[in-house]
């Protein structure tokens, strides 16, 4: 069964540093998500992506964050100056399209910022 | 994307059923009701959706109350596997085109042996 992937699983890095996350989506889904959660948390919406471009984002989802499709398999999440408060687990979902709203989550990165 | 009232948890025996409610007085004609889990350490994970009848998959069943202001999702024999956060989540598929999931708290469901 195909299945979202995430890489990496775990990413440490110092505070003001940038990162990127990647993520595979399923091959033939054409709309793209991250979400976030926070230890103890709620999973959060940040940013979807269709058509080579952000459809919606999150008040999250500020400058310092950006997504990319860089080729016709990678989705990617950057954060290009890390803060402590982005520690969180990363989600990427990925669903088919049109009004089939099934979205299929991989298995996140979690991110540490010291 | 109406709002869904769930119980913070609730705690189930093995190889029995098992009832999440949920609550969404103010869901509108259009919106379906979609269930997720999360299991411990992983990535929500689809269970199943509705918009007016019953409906049933290999995982569960979901059954809608007659007005829709509120659904169970219905585990037939809960297992040590099922023990996760259940949530119920509504989404209207022609509004909100880019699709986002809004996550409430939802249900922890315990399974005891």
């Known amino acids: 069964e195909p299945e979202v992937t995430q890489t990496p699983s775990h990413q440490v890095t110092q505070m003001g540093q940038e990162v990127i996350l990647r993520c595979v989506p399923i091959?033939?889904?054409?709309?793209f998500y991250w979400y976030r959660q926070i230890l103890g948390q709620k999973v959060e919406f940040l940013v979807s992506?269709?058509?080579?471009?952000?459809?919606?984002k999150s008040e999250i989802f500020d400058d310092q964050f950006s997504v990319e499709r860089p080729d016709g398999s990678n989705f990617t999440l950057k954060i290009r100056s890390t803060k402590l408060e982005d520690s969180a687990m990363y989600f990427c979902?990925?669903?088919?399209?049109?009004?089939?709203?099934?979205?299929?989550f991989g298995p996140g990165t979690r991110l540490t910022v010291l | 994307d109406a709002k869904t009232t769930q119980p913070n948890s609730m705690e189930s025996n093995e190889e029995e059923p098992v009832h999440l409610p949920c609550n969404h007085s103010?869901?509108?004609?259009?919106?379906?009701i979609h269930w997720y889990r999360q299991l411990p350490s992983q990535g929500p994970e689809y269970v199943i959706h509705?918009?007016?009848s019953n409906v049933n998959n290999r995982m569960a069943s979901l059954a809608i109350a007659e007005d829709r202001k509120s659904s169970t999702l219905i585990l037939h024999r809960a297992t040590l596997r099922d023990a996760a956060v259940y949530y119920c989540?509504?989404?209207?598929?022609?509004?909100?085109?880019?699709?986002?999931?809004?996550f409430g708290q939802g249900t922890e469901l315990s399974v005891k042996p």
């Open positions: 979902a990925s669903k088919m399209g049109g009004l089939t709203d099934t979205q299929y």
């Open positions: 091959s033939n889904h054409l709309y």
């Open positions: 992506f269709y058509n080579n471009e952000i459809s919606e």
């Open positions: 103010t869901i509108s004609g259009t919106d379906y």
């Open positions: 509705g918009l007016t």
């Open positions: 989540i509504l989404r209207d598929p022609r509004g909100n085109q880019g699709g986002k999931l809004i």
